[in-house]
């Protein structure tokens, strides 16, 4: 059983910073770790990921910008959102990939928290 706590989300103005967590609570911690964003009215989508081997892919709305990192020995990760533009307004989820017999995989998400960036 593995649940998955977010926290660090807020309101910033334009080119602020703010730093998410993400905390699995349980007794696994599987360290593929991905963040989505979904602002209101639109899909759900792929910011960024890190995987066992602290292999990183970023959206290429937020590289440059957007840095993620885990702490593997605290069971959680962290999305640190730099020079942040009202486009990044959207409520934050993390999502945690653990690996399955027989190709298959589980999937846990977070909460989600809400970011807001004001101009």
């Known amino acids: 059983q593995v649940q998955l706590v977010q926290s660090g989300g807020g309101s910033v103005q334009a080119g602020g910073s703010l730093r998410l967590s993400c905390a699995a609570s349980g007794h696994i911690y599987c360290s593929d770790m991905r963040w989505y964003r979904q602002a209101s009215g639109k899909e759900r989508e792929f910011v960024s990921g890190i995987d066992s081997d602290e292999r990183t892919t970023y959206a290429t709305s937020v590289k440059g910008r957007f840095t993620i990192s885990q702490d593997t020995a605290k069971n959680t990760v962290y999305l640190q959102m730099n020079s942040l533009e009202p486009e990044d307004t959207a409520m934050y989820y993390c999502?945690?990939?653990?690996?399955?017999?027989?190709?298959?995989?589980?999937?846990?998400w977070g909460q989600g928290t809400l970011v807001t960036v004001s101009s």
């Open positions: 999502r945690m990939i653990c690996p399955l017999p027989h190709n298959s995989a589980l999937a846990t």
